[in-house]
């Protein structure tokens, strides 16, 4: 946070206090309040990648199968985690065209036109 200035984080503060999402303790300072500690905890499982730079929304509804939670974006599409596997699983087991037969694209370059 000492990279940006306190005020860059207004929206997100007013929506914490909005949602009720932390409470203020009698010392004046503010905690996170456990149900919602609780889920965050949970909720960094899934946002704990190799890739660390992954932007995770929240909120957004999947295009696979239409549930709202978190998600990445991949190729212009919100996906959560298990369509995004069963899209890499789809990838890779998709078949490859077949290859052309090779007898009549010989045919076809050796065969003179008439003129």
């Known amino acids: 946070m000492n990279e940006h ?6 929206p997100l503060l007013r929506n914490m206090l909005a949602w009720n999402l932390v ?17 965050l905890n949970g909720l960094v ?5 190799s890739q660390p730079s992954e932007v995770v ?7 696979g199968c239409k549930s709202n939670g978190l998600t990445r974006l991949r190729d212009g599409q919100y996906l959560c985690d298990d369509c995004r596997k069963a899209a890499d699983l789809a990838a890779v087991a998709t078949l490859l065209p077949e290859p052309e ?14 003129s």
């Open 45 to 49: 499982r899934y946002t704990r990648t």
């Open 101 to 114: 037969n090779p007898k009549a694209r010989r045919f076809s370059k050796s065969r003179k036109i008439a």
């Open 57 to 63: 929304y929240f909120g957004h509804t999947c295009a």
């Open 5 to 10: 200035p306190i005020e860059r984080f207004d």
């Open 23 to 39: 409470e203020e303790t009698e010392g004046g300072s503010w905690t996170l309040r456990p149900e919602v500690a609780e889920r």
